[in-house]
């Protein structure tokens, strides 16, 4: 049996991300990425499902935000308890380090059809799996489902921001100013 | 050149709905789907990129919802606006006549889970499409997604609950009410 590798599933996304910028999407396998990333192809098959996943770090993120959202003081309203989840995420997944290599895969990701496929289904994962989390917290549905949609909404834009710039910005504090644009875009009647 | 036919999209979808509860989607095959329509293969092939698709009526449903944003009276907030791209679906796509049939398509795409990811890929494009006719309406970028994410979920809810019931309701009322329930549940901050 094959060992346990330290952060394996890094060690693939940052090989994979080289590979694609390199020779494109469609014209690197599975088997090269876990060449680059001095792995074996049943260790890419451990983590991820196959090579479209390999950018989006399987289930990470959706357990994030459930955990984040569960997470919140009881007293935490809907969005509040978003914007807890928001700042896990900021915490444990996107630090300061990352947004390089965040802006990059966002460039490829851009490019390809297939990519940009799996990119919109993730999302829609992340949405189903906060709106789930505010539910178990006795959420009304309807009051979940909205809260989870801007939610999303609001990662998405502070993703799109934090990846972008190039000062110092907590990407907990972006998420947070996002989802206060959005919440007041929806007042808006 | 094979003559015209007249609303061969529809056919097929109602050809491609019996043959799907009869002997699942993965057991049915384009040429059947045709073959039960009385139309050929390329008839299919000029209306849907492929299989999967046949349920989801082309582009339709995208058009429709930009048309009904562009016709709304110049004074309309974009909440309004989307009200009346809501309005259109209803009186363009979802007649009466066309309920019970709608309630079977959504049973056969949840018992699917690659209907289920084309129907979640359909729902971003319907929000991207309303995105843009209200940007195109001169409503701010963040505003035009929230609208158009808030107007696609009270589509989603609409279609659930019109699909679902067996009164006399019509479209455009059911998503009228499902939108204010939308907006008043983003209200609960």
Known sequence: MARWQPNAPERLAVAALELFEERGYENTTVIEIAERAGLTKSTFFRHFQDKREVLFGGDTMAGLLAEGIAAAPATAKPFEAVAHALDAVGREAFHPARREMSARRREVIAA??????????????????????????????????????????????????????????????????????????????
Chains 1, 2 share one sequence.
């Open 112 to 189: 390809n059809p297939e990519l940009r496929e799996r990119e919109a289904l993730k999302g829609l994962g992340l949405t189903a799996s906060m709106t789930d989390a505010l539910k178990r917290r006795g959420v009304p549905e309807l009051t979940s489902c909205v809260a989870a949609e801007l939610g999303a909404l609001a990662l998405k834009i502070a993703y799109e921001r934090w990846s972008g710039t190039t000062d110092g910005d907590d990407f907990g504090d972006v998420a947070r100013r996002a989802l206060r644009d959005v919440q007041a875009a929806g007042a808006v009647h």
